[in-house]
């Protein structure tokens, strides 16, 4: 069967260090870190206090929300991937459908997150427990329900295709690429908007803090809190955000003159079953090789055509068993390993939302040529330095033109997923 | 409240529910809320919401059955007003 060429045409963010693509890119070249110190989480008495949380400046959502689109919406998920999806489609130059035309038939929306308007949800809850549930409005169920940050953006730019929202924990942001690749290789789309989006704050991060998988040594010293690869980590650091690609074909593209950022050459989801040293919350070493490698053959290139990888690499205990994995599957390792960094260094944990916002800053090395730094890794693990060389892992921004680059996600319930772009 | 009142506290209510293609000149007592005015019709729930906060009244379900217009907004709201006085 014919397959379709799936390329990248658009991109869009909204980052904890960089809202919008221009800031993000100058936040990203530069090494600049997007976690703060919140009091509220020290009044709760989180044991981690800082995390990651956009900041989004005077008339940025003024820019895309209309004073009634705004009203009563709570969300900040939906928020921010409502702007990320906008700026996506303004970068792609696809003109939002208006109200009185049909939808585009042709394009669709697979945009993922875990959970849904926890604030919102918060709000509704002291409602009906008051008995005053008819007090609610019209805005809790589109806000609660995990679909709505799929239904407000089909809804701003009248998509008439394949619509609806996937969750697989922090894998959610790679799949939702893989879901709208798949969708448009196989001629069932022309263009779907992919990503994903999460909300932040303490409700969201209360259960993480609770199982002490953050790091709580950094509260006085946030930027340099999230250590992913390095000797000192102790946990990651929770964030939140959205990240959004509309995905074509690439006769579309080309149809449109279209600027191309990079082909999706393919990719690949699994699951360790929770088993083989796998659970609910670590993954199954060998399901993550083999996700690896079917990624590579899926994408119908050889391991050694990897120029760089960006990780999943939480700074926890796992990055160094991750960076084993990825010296297994690509059979790969010392000075002949590739490139690799991690985003959470820079933004912390951006679990549902992570995968996409990592996906854009790959697509930002592969368009402007060059490799991310690592922050707080200046003592690199000993078990990552006796499998690869260091200077794989770079502490500065490297200059190079990269042209093949792997993400991969990995997420609570032992889930995995892996995408390979190549810019042509 | 004479209506003439009701009505001008009415109206900001429903300007900021109108869609972007209805004009606020085009609201009068006559027009229906969602079949003229293109209100979504799930807004009209938050539009009684807003009613209620600014008069200080509640209203029924039936009331919200029979509001078609903005002359029955005001009927609804001038009746609850005089059942409260």
Known sequence: MKRNRVVITGIGIVSPNGVGIP???????????????????AELNFSCQVGGKPVLSEGYLEKFLNALEQRKLKSDG?????LAALEAMEDADIPLRSNDEPPDWNM?????????????????????????VRRLGSTTVPQIMV?????????????????TTNSSACATGAESILMGYEHIASGKATK????????????????FDAMRVTNWKYNASPEQASRPMSASANG??????????????LESAQQRNATIYAEVLGGAVNNGG?????????????????????????????????????????????????????????????SDFPYINSLKG??????????????????????????????NCEDVHPDILRQVSEEKIPKQRIDTSVKTAIKASFGFGDVNACVIFRKN | MTSERIYAKLLPILETYLPEDVDADEIDMEKDLTAELNINSAHLVDVVLDVEDEFDIELSNDDMESLRTVNDAITIIQNKLAASA
């Open chain 1, 23 to 41: 800031l993000f890119l100058e936040a990203l070249k530069n090494g600049e870190s997007g976690i703060r110190f919140f009091p509220e989480l």
């Open chain 1, 78 to 82: 939906i928020i921010y991937g409502i």
């Open chain 1, 108 to 132: 669709g929306v697979v945009f993922g997150t875990g959970s849904s308007g926890a604030e919102k949800f918060r709000e509704a809850i002291y409602q009906v427990d008051d008995g005053n």
């Open chain 1, 147 to 163: 679909s709505g940050i799929s239904a407000y953006i089909s809804g701003k730019i009248g998509a008439g295709n394949w619509v």
């Open chain 1, 192 to 207: 779907m908007l992919c990503g994903s989006s999460g909300d932040v704050g303490p409700y969201i991060w209360g259960g």
């Open chain 1, 236 to 249: 990651f650091i929770p964030s939140g955000g959205a990240g959004a690609l509309v995905l074509e074909t």
């Open chain 1, 274 to 334: 929770q088993r083989q040293g796998g659970s609910m919350t670590a993954p199954n070493s060998e399901a993550v090789q083999r996700c690896i490698k079917a990624a590579l053959q899926n994408a119908e290139i050889e391991p050694s055509e990897i120029d760089t990888i960006n990780g999943h690499l939480t700074a926890t205990a796992m990055d160094a068993t991750e960076i084993s994995n990825w010296c297994e599957a690509l059979n790969r390792k010392g």
């Open chain 1, 346 to 375: 820079m933004i912390g944990h951006g679990l549902a939302a992570s995968g996409s916002m990592e996906t854009i800053a790959t697509i930002l090395q592969l368009q402007h040529d060059f490799i991310f730094p690592n922050i």
